[in-house]
T-cell receptor
Framework: GAVVSQHPSWVICKSGTSVKIECRSL??????MFWYRQFPKQSLMLMAT?????????EQGVEKDKFLINHASLTLSTLTVTSAHPEDSSFYIC?????????????FGPGTRLTVT | KQEVTQIPAALSVPEGENLVLNCSFT??????LQWFRQDPGKGLTSLLL?????REQTSGRLNASLDKSSGRSTLYIAASQPGDSATYLC???????????FGQGTRLTINP
């Protein structure tokens, strides 16, 4: 099956600093990737859709200047949390649909736990 | 706006029982519905995907059904085991907006 990786798996940063999270499709190309955020004991909320070669599409209420998304290639999307604050601490997960196999089936990365101190 | 609801929010049953988790969605314009499992502090594991044209999918002790017209799906777990304890999430991939919308999940505990 299709594999999606994320790096790092966990990160601790100080308030005010920026942190970059990578999402890679290892054995398939992805023109689109999705970024989700999950707070403790809550479900996944879509933050934005990352599009290769064009700007990301952000969900309502998500600050595009704070959560910078760059879909650098057909296998890599990055999410940069700028000027992080403790309320940004969360579990960030990416997904990508494989263009082969079942249409629109989403493959998820293992997630990145961000803690802002 | 698509809304996905899962009932119950939490369920605790003794080992060996068969159980059903429910998922409902408000807009039938979907491409597919996926059931996921999430262990505490971990990512998602895909269990079953049902295309909008399909009625059910089976994998081992799991069976998922889909009634698109009524906006409902069920996940049936047979002969439950303590290792099945996890949060189960359903999600629909909606047409038009081309994105996945999740339910709030059912937290399942199987007692030995």
């Amino acid at each position: 099956g299709a594999v999606v990786s994320q790096h790092p798996s966990w990160v601790i940063c100080k308030s005010g600093t920026s942190v970059k999270i990578e999402c890679r499709s290892l054995d398939f190309q992805a023109t689109t990737m999705f970024w989700y955020r999950q707070f403790p004991k809550q479900s996944l909320m879509l933050m934005a859709t990352s599009n290769e070669g064009s700007k990301a599409t952000y969900e309502q209420g998500v600050e595009k200047d704070k959560f910078l998304i760059n879909h650098a290639s057909l296998t890599l999307s990055t999410l940069t949390v700028t000027s992080a604050h403790p309320e940004d601490s969360s579990f960030y997960i990416c997904s990508a649909p494989s263009l082969r196999g079942t249409p629109y089936e989403q493959y998820f990365g293992p997630g990145t736990r961000l803690t802002v101190t | 706006k698509q809304e996905v609801t899962q009932i119950p929010a939490a369920l605790s049953v003794p080992e060996g029982e068969n159980l059903v988790l429910n998922c409902s969605f408000t807009d039938s314009a979907i491409y597919n519905l996926q059931w996921f499992r999430q262990d505490p502090g971990k990512g998602l594991t895909s269990l079953l995907l049902i295309q909008s044209s399909q009625r059910e999918q089976t994998s081992g002790r799991l069976n998922a059904s889909l009634d698109k017209s009524s906006g409902r799906s069920t996940l049936y777990i047979a002969a439950s085991q303590p290792g099945d304890s996890a949060t189960y999430l359903c999600a629909v991939f909606i047409q038009g907006a081309q994105k996945l919308v999740f339910g709030q999940g059912t937290r399942l505990t199987i007692n030995p």
